[in-house]
């Protein structure tokens, strides 16, 4: 394991995949391709089928349809024991009639390798348990269950590695240690880690690419900042980060810009961020800005050359300590979160009007049409 | 996580409230009060009364008298060499059969029966709503030289033309196994209901075929099942005469046999007392070695 092969080809390619329990359809003709070497994280509420599509690629679930590909294999119909892929359970479902070390050598074992020595050694030091050889699985705390369970599954080598929310039963500050531990150790490692988790923090944190999912599908597919910057739905602007949504109407285009107004607010968006669509239909899209992006000023204060800017009232005003966070109902009553860094500026009363102003490419551009909660947990219902 | 913290709350208590700990105290020993009475009067003072009995000399027109005559033991050991291994040579067959059956029988409803489950369990312990005699005689009738087992055996070859079932040794561990058969299912299926199915899957997940997560995993994790089991079969058919008595003859004769008959037939209680003594003892030091051997390995 000191010697990071960069494996050979392992992309990951989930086509059309399906799985129906009865009337829940749990993945919904899922599409996926992770690059050989990725951290992809799998990010979607309860219940959207993350767990269902780990199965699928471990092999512990058959599909309703669709394919699994890795490199150059089929792995559809291959059964669990012949897949080059192994499993962080979301319990570790560690053996507990086998020590740590039996646990650790179990999968070298079984592929009939005899001198398991140095290389459980090896692993035990990767995820620094050195020492705990001859523990039982119920004498180690939950995070050392969760090394000997990572340990477990990586000394097999595999193309990839499925991590079903590694982290969901330890406690926070335990959670952002073994978060950085995952981080180094796949980088030292280079496996493919398809990691599954409901926590968008956990996800952002960790992974180069994030794969929001929603229903049984993938909604948006991106590098975290590429999610949270230029979100392509409401599902994702809002399960990523808070948004504030203003829905305004398309006015006309100068240049690269596009005008909008809302009420008697005027507004401008790069054009680059309107699909084609949005422009000819010249009906309404959603506008979304993020809290922090969003700059609270004295109602008569001049407002920037080239800012976005829109009137309101403070409605309340909560200190959280590094930050303030603020609603602001605009002319049109709807109301607006705004967080404020605590640099030097006073904490401003409610009561008090304001100028909120934010730059035109700091926003994003959503379609009107798609809806605007964030969509429901439950999982699609076949018909 | 390996030291438990219950020690000092119980110390910072007594600091708190010590009358009340006081008073308290008395509480689980009068509690335990009927439980040590039933034990003294039903199963010591018995103990104590074949003990004695087992060292006395005398015939029973001239009274029988303690004499700490231990060639009691030496004699009947001699004398009933043959009935004793018969014992166990029978329960051992019949605690393998039990398990040979009862294994597949308890990892189906365990693990494959789903709503069946609770309608499977209940069969098991059907049998136990008859009494232990009529079963034993309807086994009887099942392997009678008249009967339909016998025919279709006999039809298939599996018994010569005037071969029986009924009286040989056969016909004994038969009824043993099935008499037995419930102790042997239940504590089974406790230990495998219990596996976590997760397991199974990490080790089909880490290269094992169903058989080897099978060996590897579900096998090992239920051997608490399985020490339990056929120590509650193994210990009653040791001990057993109803078997012998309904479906075997007297050449299958069991220990269980002799002390019945010496005690209640010939009325010879010094021997009877040292055959049960001796039985005990033997059964007592096959567990304690059995237990030994498979704690090590197993219990989890
Ligand atoms: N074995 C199963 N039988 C029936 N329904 C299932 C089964 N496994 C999952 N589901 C359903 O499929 C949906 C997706 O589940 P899951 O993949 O576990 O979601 P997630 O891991 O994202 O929380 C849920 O509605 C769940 O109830
Ligand atoms: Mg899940």
């Given at each position: 394991m000191t010697t990071p092969q960069p494996t050979e080809d392992a992309e990951l390619r989930l086509i059309g995949l399906t799985k129906r329990f009865g009337p829940v359809t749990a993945v919904d003709d899922l599409h996926l391709r992770v690059p050989s070497g990725a951290f992809i994280a799998l990010l979607?509420?309860?219940?959207?089928?993350k767990t269902t599509t780990l199965r699928m690629v471990a092999g512990l679930e058959a599909p309703t349809a669709g394919q699994i590909l890795l490199g150059d294999s089929d792995l559809t119909g291959l059964k669990p024991y012949r897949r080059p892929v192994n499993t962080v359970f979301q319990s570790y479902a560690l053996f507990p009639h086998l020590d740590i070390y039996e646990n650790v050598a179990f999968g070298l074992r079984r592929s009939g390798?005899?001198?398991?020595r140095a290389q459980v050694g090896q692993m035990l030091e990767l995820v620094q348990l050195t020492g705990f050889e001859r523990r039982r699985p119920s004498q180690v705390s939950g995070g050392q269950a969760q090394r000997v369970a990572l340990a477990r599954a990586l000394i097999n080598h595999p193309k990839m590695l499925l991590l079903d929310e590694?982290?969901?039963?330890?406690?926070l500050k335990l959670r952002r240690e073994m978060q950085l531990t995952l981080k180094r150790i796949q980088e030292e490692v280079r496996i493919t880690f398809l990691h599954v988790t409901h926590d968008q923090e956990e996800a952002m944190t960790m992974a180069d690419t994030i794969a929001v999912m929603s229903q049984g599908r993938i909604e948006q597919l991106g590098h975290p900042e590429q999610l949270y910057e230029r979100p392509r739905t409401q599902f994702v602007a809002n399960f990523l980060g808070q948004s504030n949504m203003l829905r305004a109407t398309v006015d006309g285009r100068d240049g690269d810009l596009v005008t909008l107004r809302i009420a008697d607010t005027t507004l401008v968006v790069p054009a680059e961020m309107l699909s084609h669509g949005m422009l000819t239909a010249s009906g309404e899209v959603h506008v979304g800005v993020r809290p922090e992006k969003l700059d609270l000023a004295p109602v008569d204060d001049p407002v920037p050359q080239g800012r976005n800017a829109l009137r309101g009232v403070v409605v309340d005003t909560s200190f959280m300590g590094t930050s303030t966070q603020y609603l602001v109902r605009t002319g049109w009553d709807q109301e607006l979160t705004v967080f404020a860094q605590n640099r030097h500026t006073d904490v401003v009363a409610p009561g008090t009007r304001v100028r909120l102003t934010w730059r035109p490419e700091h926003a994003f551009v959503l379609d009107a049409d798609t809806p605007t909660s964030a969509a429901a947990p439950q999982p699609a219902v076949a018909p | 996580m390996t030291q438990p913290l219950v020690a000092p709350a119980a110390d910072t208590g007594a600091d708190v409230a010590p009358p009340v700990r006081r008073r308290g105290r008395w509480i689980p020993y009068l509690l335990l009060l009927p439980g040590l009475l039933w034990l003294a009067i039903f199963f010591v003072l018995p103990m104590l009364t074949v003990a004695s009995t087992s060292l006395q000399e005398g015939s029973l027109a001239q009274g029988y008298e303690l004499t700490w005559r231990l060639a009691n033991y030496t004699e009947a050991a001699q004398r009933y060499a043959a009935q004793f291994s018969r014992a166990f040579l029978f329960a051992a067959a019949s605690t393998v059969l039990a398990l040979v059956v009862s294994y597949p029988l308890a990892y189906f409803i365990a693990f494959k029966a789903g709503r069946w489950r609770n309608l499977l369990l209940l069969l098991v312990i059907a049998p136990f709503f008859t009494s232990f005699l009529i079963r034993t005689l309807a086994w009887k009738i099942i392997l009678s030289d008249s009967g339909w087992v016998v025919g279709t055996f006999q039809t298939l070859g599996l018994l010569p033309e005037q071969g029986r079932l009924l009286a040989t040794s056969v016909a004994v561990i038969a009824g043993l196994t099935y008499n037995f058969l419930p102790f042997m299912t239940l504590p089974l299926y406790a230990s495998l209901e219990k596996i976590d199915r997760s397991l199974i899957e990490a080790a089909t997940d880490l290269y094992a075929s169903p058989f080897t997560a099978f060996w590897k995993v579900t096998w090992p994790l239920s051997l608490p099942g399985v020490v339990a089991g056929t120590l509650l079969t193994f210990i009653p058919a040791a001990g057993d005469f109803v078997n012998v008595r309904f479906l075997g003859t007297p050449s299958q004769s069991m220990i269980g046999n002799v002390i019945e008959s010496r005690f209640l037939?010939?009325?010879d209680y010094p021997t009877a007392a040292a055959l049960s003594f001796t039985l005990m003892l033997a059964i007592l030091l096959l567990v304690g070695l059995y237990v030994r051997r498979a704690g090590t390995e197993t219990i989890v």
């Amino acid at each position: 394991m000191t010697t990071p092969q960069p494996t050979e080809d392992a992309e990951l390619r989930l086509i059309g995949l399906t799985k129906r329990f009865g009337p829940v359809t749990a993945v919904d003709d899922l599409h996926l391709r992770v690059p050989s070497g990725a951290f992809i994280a799998l990010l979607g509420p309860s219940g959207c089928g993350k767990t269902t599509t780990l199965r699928m690629v471990a092999g512990l679930e058959a599909p309703t349809a669709g394919q699994i590909l890795l490199g150059d294999s089929d792995l559809t119909g291959l059964k669990p024991y012949r897949r080059p892929v192994n499993t962080v359970f979301q319990s570790y479902a560690l053996f507990p009639h086998l020590d740590i070390y039996e646990n650790v050598a179990f999968g070298l074992r079984r592929s009939g390798i005899k001198d398991v020595r140095a290389q459980v050694g090896q692993m035990l030091e990767l995820v620094q348990l050195t020492g705990f050889e001859r523990r039982r699985p119920s004498q180690v705390s939950g995070g050392q269950a969760q090394r000997v369970a990572l340990a477990r599954a990586l000394i097999n080598h595999p193309k990839m590695l499925l991590l079903d929310e590694p982290l969901g039963a330890l406690d926070l500050k335990l959670r952002r240690e073994m978060q950085l531990t995952l981080k180094r150790i796949q980088e030292e490692v280079r496996i493919t880690f398809l990691h599954v988790t409901h926590d968008q923090e956990e996800a952002m944190t960790m992974a180069d690419t994030i794969a929001v999912m929603s229903q049984g599908r993938i909604e948006q597919l991106g590098h975290p900042e590429q999610l949270y910057e230029r979100p392509r739905t409401q599902f994702v602007a809002n399960f990523l980060g808070q948004s504030n949504m203003l829905r305004a109407t398309v006015d006309g285009r100068d240049g690269d810009l596009v005008t909008l107004r809302i009420a008697d607010t005027t507004l401008v968006v790069p054009a680059e961020m309107l699909s084609h669509g949005m422009l000819t239909a010249s009906g309404e899209v959603h506008v979304g800005v993020r809290p922090e992006k969003l700059d609270l000023a004295p109602v008569d204060d001049p407002v920037p050359q080239g800012r976005n800017a829109l009137r309101g009232v403070v409605v309340d005003t909560s200190f959280m300590g590094t930050s303030t966070q603020y609603l602001v109902r605009t002319g049109w009553d709807q109301e607006l979160t705004v967080f404020a860094q605590n640099r030097h500026t006073d904490v401003v009363a409610p009561g008090t009007r304001v100028r909120l102003t934010w730059r035109p490419e700091h926003a994003f551009v959503l379609d009107a049409d798609t809806p605007t909660s964030a969509a429901a947990p439950q999982p699609a219902v076949a018909p | 996580m390996t030291q438990p913290l219950v020690a000092p709350a119980a110390d910072t208590g007594a600091d708190v409230a010590p009358p009340v700990r006081r008073r308290g105290r008395w509480i689980p020993y009068l509690l335990l009060l009927p439980g040590l009475l039933w034990l003294a009067i039903f199963f010591v003072l018995p103990m104590l009364t074949v003990a004695s009995t087992s060292l006395q000399e005398g015939s029973l027109a001239q009274g029988y008298e303690l004499t700490w005559r231990l060639a009691n033991y030496t004699e009947a050991a001699q004398r009933y060499a043959a009935q004793f291994s018969r014992a166990f040579l029978f329960a051992a067959a019949s605690t393998v059969l039990a398990l040979v059956v009862s294994y597949p029988l308890a990892y189906f409803i365990a693990f494959k029966a789903g709503r069946w489950r609770n309608l499977l369990l209940l069969l098991v312990i059907a049998p136990f709503f008859t009494s232990f005699l009529i079963r034993t005689l309807a086994w009887k009738i099942i392997l009678s030289d008249s009967g339909w087992v016998v025919g279709t055996f006999q039809t298939l070859g599996l018994l010569p033309e005037q071969g029986r079932l009924l009286a040989t040794s056969v016909a004994v561990i038969a009824g043993l196994t099935y008499n037995f058969l419930p102790f042997m299912t239940l504590p089974l299926y406790a230990s495998l209901e219990k596996i976590d199915r997760s397991l199974i899957e990490a080790a089909t997940d880490l290269y094992a075929s169903p058989f080897t997560a099978f060996w590897k995993v579900t096998w090992p994790l239920s051997l608490p099942g399985v020490v339990a089991g056929t120590l509650l079969t193994f210990i009653p058919a040791a001990g057993d005469f109803v078997n012998v008595r309904f479906l075997g003859t007297p050449s299958q004769s069991m220990i269980g046999n002799v002390i019945e008959s010496r005690f209640l037939v010939v009325l010879d209680y010094p021997t009877a007392a040292a055959l049960s003594f001796t039985l005990m003892l033997a059964i007592l030091l096959l567990v304690g070695l059995y237990v030994r051997r498979a704690g090590t390995e197993t219990i989890v």
